[in-house]
């Protein structure tokens, strides 16, 4: 794969979106807002439901394979690995705390008797993506099928339920990882990137036709400022080849997101995590309290390229390095936010989810 020409492939399709006409700008973390409107709407979200990856799954991964369920994995919150892949709490934990419901229960860990479902239920897989990846847990498209399984053959939720409910969608990281892994050709980016956008689309259509009336789906993440793509550059500097198709990426899914507005009278808002990443990135996360030295060095990092946070060897002794405070990273692992990283990140998207009111 030659970068210089996938950038320039890039570009040309960048410009080409931008004089067509559409609006090319994403919603931004930045943007104004009146927070006076809250109280206009007579709606309180009483229930979350999240589809999608490692960003937004609180456990459904299995205990025997997963790293999210290995030491050193939560020991910020709850002090033990849990099936977050963080040090901690993840975007979904935030999110709940900001709609005012308890963080949803992972899909695998159900049980029969709503008590249990009571604030939502969490479908998303580490791992996994709107297509098929290396791993075998459920796309994006199984997870809706368990969601729509709850509702039509379960009557698990009335469709009051899912009229103030919200819905976080996190994916599609892995089908590009996945892309890079199997294929990587530089003519196929273009068509994969619009592939997996169409699907998402067919994704968000349907987790609303199934009755949601908020649904929020992130942006992608700045693939390129993954430790994983940083290392080669000493975690100094992120990939700009990658980032420019995460780029392509996100215009697209803005001007689907645009489109499916414009039909369901705004039900569907865009978290930035491009922009919000890059923010935190620029301005180390100084919020007050929090500071990152260099926010692109993980925390948790294997001893050698062999390893990975978590790995041991037969004799169960440790094959990685944790740094001193886990406070002080944004990236926990090679893919994954702290704790305090995805709160830097959510106080970057404070006012885009004061949209949801
Ligand atoms: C999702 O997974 C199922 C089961 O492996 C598969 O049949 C289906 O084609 C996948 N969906 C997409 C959109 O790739
Ligand atoms: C790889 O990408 C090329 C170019 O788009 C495509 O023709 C081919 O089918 C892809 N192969 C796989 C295995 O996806
Ligand atoms: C940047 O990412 C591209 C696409 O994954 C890859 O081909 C290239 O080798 C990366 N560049 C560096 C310097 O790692
Ligand atoms: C919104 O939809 C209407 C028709 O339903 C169409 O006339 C209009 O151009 C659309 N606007 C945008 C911005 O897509």
């Known amino acids: 794969m030659k970068p210089p020409q996938t950038l320039f492939l890039l570009l040309t399709l960048f410009l080409f979106y931008l004089l067509s006409g559409q609006k090319g700008v994403l919603v931004s973390a930045a943007h104004h807002h009146h927070h006076t409107q809250r109280h206009l709407f ?25 790293s999210s ?15 977050r892949f963080s040090d901690g709490r993840v975007l979904t934990d935030f999110l709940a705390r900001f ?10 860990f159900r049980k029969v008797g709503a008590k249990h479902l009571k604030y939502g239920v969490n479908f998303a897989y580490g791992g996994t993506g709107v297509f098929n990846t290396l791993v075998l847990d459920p796309n994006m498209t199984t997870q809706i099928d368990f969601f729509q399984k709850l509702i039509k053959n379960d009557y698990v939720f009335t469709p009051k339920d899912l009229h103030s409910s919200v819905a976080l969608v996190t994916v599609a990281g892995n089908d590009y990882g996945t892309y890079v892994a199997t294929n990587g050709s530089v003519q196929g980016w273009q068509p994969f990137i619009t592939s997996v956008v169409n699907q998402v689309t067919v994704n968000l259509k349907r987790i609303y036709a199934l009755g949601v009336s908020k649904i929020v789906v992130t942006a992608l993440q700045p693939l390129g400022c993954l430790p994983s793509s940083t290392a080669a550059f000493s975690f100094q500097q992120c990939n700009g080849t990658e980032n420019a198709l995460v780029s392509f990426h996100n215009l697209l899914l803005q001007q689907a997101v645009a489109k499916l507005n414009n039909e369901t009278k705004n ?3 865009i978290l930035d995590l491009y922009a919000s990443f890059t923010s935190v990135f620029k301005n180390k996360g100084d919020l007050g309290s929090i500071k990152f030295e260099n926010p692109l060095r993980p925390c948790c990092i294997g001893i050698s390229s062999e390893y990975s946070c978590g ?6 002794s440790k094959k990685y390095t944790i740094c001193k405070n886990p406070e002080s990273a944004f990236f926990w692992d090679t893919a994954h936010p702290t704790q305090q990283g995805w709160r830097a990140v959510y106080s970057a998207l404070q006012a885009t989810l004061e949209e949801l009111y």
Do not use: C, H
């Open 42 to 66: 007579d709606w309180r979200p009483t229930k979350l439901f999240v589809f999608g990856d490692s960003y937004s799954d609180t456990g459904n991964n299995g205990k025997s394979v997963a």
């Open 69 to 83: 369920w290995k030491q050193p994995y939560g020991i910020t919150f709850p002090g033990k690995p849990s099936g």
């Open 99 to 108: 709609i005012g419901v308890k963080s949803p229960i992972p899909y695998r």
């Open 267 to 269: 039900s569907f808002i």
């Open 311 to 316: 790995s041991m060897d037969e004799s169960g």
